[in-house]
């Protein structure tokens, strides 16, 4: 592949990513901050039978305690210390997530996948630059997580759709995500890994720092790019992929292309502000920068079928 550049976040993934999968694998070593709790509990279950790595989880005051079969930490550090955790979900309600996220990235967790929604921005204005000091990588919050097929779920995905292939995903919509998935699959592809960023306004990880990764990633030879109304991540993202001189085929798809002006559409961060936020704006850059672009979920899948690699 030819030589790619990246931010800083773009290289630690790429270091991380040349070792392994994308972001999880089956050597990941994951608990679940909010452990105990019923959304924790619920989907803890659901990544365990998957196969996914999950060594415990991490409820305040419970420590000692076996949930699902596994050791309950009183602190992230108990976990790290204890399982040598490198990698967290977080089910924490919203007033505490910031600081969920904070302590991971203090006790040295590297992954932190955030699924709680409607954190405070005040919170996340915090805790975004806190785990990049700490040299975390942040997926979220109010996101679907990251499934690599296979090998690991930390997420709420239905990993039954996902099945293994070539093509990298990544998405600010979750129920997109899995639709994604789907036309993937239907188009006779698989997944190499998706990765949920999520639609809040200030996230962890930006499109163009997926794609990053995912062009980093030897199992990818495709990546399906799915944004929505608001802000610049889409463009952003496309703009880096024509000044790489597209090293590898992408597809993308913006969600909102009905959207009136001015009023948000179902995620915090999905609200045209001026000309260049709109669905119609985004696909315009995006096919100027060699992107292919389908105009509807369900055409993803058949323009998949025009890339040949």
Known sequence: MRSLEFGSIGLFLYEFNKKMSVIVN?????????????????????????????????????????????????????????????TTIIFVPPAFAADAIMEAAESGIKIIITITEGIPVKDMLMAKPYTKSKGATLIGPNCPGVITPDEAKVGIMPGFIFKKGNVGIVSKSGTLTYEAADQVVKAGHG????????????????????????????????????????????????????????????????????????KRMGHAGAIIGGAEDTAEAKMKIMKECGVFVAYSPADIGETLSLIHI
């Open 191 to 262: 997944i190499s890994t998706a990765i949920g960023i999520g639609g809040d306004p200030i996230i962890g990880t930006s499109t163009k720092e997926a794609v990053q990764l995912l062009m980093a990633d030897s199992e990818a030879e495709i990546i399906v790019m799915i944004g929505e109304i608001g802000g610049q991540y889409e463009a952003e993202a496309a703009q880096w992929i024509k000044k790489q001189n597209n090293p590898k085929p992408v597809v993308g798809f913006i969600a909102g292309q009905t959207a009136p002006k001015g």
């Open 26 to 86: 089956k050597s990941s070593k994951i608990i679940v901050q909010g452990f105990t709790g019923a959304e924790g509990s619920f989907h803890a279950s659901q990544m365990i039978a998957y196969g996914s790595p999950v060594l415990g989880g991490v409820t305040p005051g419970k420590g000692g305690q076996v949930h699902l079969g596994l050791p309950v930490f009183n602190t992230v550090r108990d976990a790290v210390d204890s399982v040598g955790a490198d």
